[in-house]
């Protein structure tokens, strides 16, 4: 399978909504949301993205509070954190107002049911400037309502959607070694829309490809795939 990063309708949304918050005019907020169901590739987005544009990237966990959260934006930043939450606070802002970098947190449904660590988020955003993208699941846009003055600064969400059939024939054609026949690209789609899922899909047919000597993917093979992912779901 080859090793390249698929840009699929969600992420081309992505990008543009990336772009829209570094070139915004004066006085637009400079917060963005991105959500949606697990499993359409948000993770894959976030981590090229910040990768190739110099973004500082945190995940956020449960049970966070302002104070780590600070020191895993610091440690992000390569540099040492204080003892004290204020001075991390200070050193943050100052960082990023001497080198601006976009700031992405994922996983920011954890920090909903943390009122100051997400409220830290906000302040960040105030006094430096930079654009901070949250990245939740489901229902983080609701979560996130919660709080007004943090919401009134996002001026840009998405929501990651569901494959289209024509995304999964992406996928498929610029990940699969092996060509594809329609008729078995048309099952994959029928049959599942999470991006692990696809890959790993396309991974074991191309193993029973090779093995058998097939040049091609066909729907009879897919199926033989299928029917043994579900044998081990239920397995397990």
């Known amino acids: 399978m080859k090793k390249v ?12 909504m990336m772009n829209n918050l570094q070139n915004r005019a004066e006085g637009v907020p400079g917060m963005g949301l991105v959500y949606g169901d697990p499993g359409l ?37 390569g540099e040492i954190q204080s ?15 001497m080198n601006p970098q976009v700031l992405i947190i994922d996983e920011i449904d954890y920090l909903t049911v943390e009122t100051k660590a997400v409220e830290t988020l906000r302040d960040i ?26 919401y009134d ?7 990651f959607e569901p494959f289209s059939k024509e995304d999964i024939k992406i996928i498929i054609n610029e990940l699969s070694e092996i060509k594809m026949s329609e008729c078995a690209i048309k099952s994959i789609y029928s049959n599942t829309n ?12 191309e193993q029973l490809a090779k093995s058998n000597g097939l040049i091609t993917i066909d729907e009879v093979l897919i199926k033989e795939v299928l029917n043994n992912e579900t044998d081990n779901i239920e397995d397990n």
């Open 41 to 77: 590739g948000k993770t894959q987005a976030i981590n090229w993205w910040a990768l190739k544009n110099d973004a500082l990237l945190i995940r956020c966990t449960q049970l966070m509070t302002p104070k780590w959260l600070l020191c895993e934006i610091l440690d992000e930043m």
């Open 194 to 205: 999470r991006f692990r899922q696809i890959v790993k899909i396309i991974n074991k047919a």
């Open 83 to 97: 003892t004290r939450t204020s001075e991390c606070f200070n050193q943050v802002i100052r960082n990023l107002i």
């Open 5 to 16: 990063f698929v840009k699929t309708n969600n992420v081309k949304r992505f990008v543009t």
């Open 153 to 159: 600064r996002i001026s840009e969400i998405i929501k």
């Open 125 to 150: 955003h105030d006094k430096t400037n930079v654009p901070i993208v949250l990245v939740g699941m489901t229902n983080a846009n609701s979560r996130l309502k919660r709080y007004k003055h943090l």
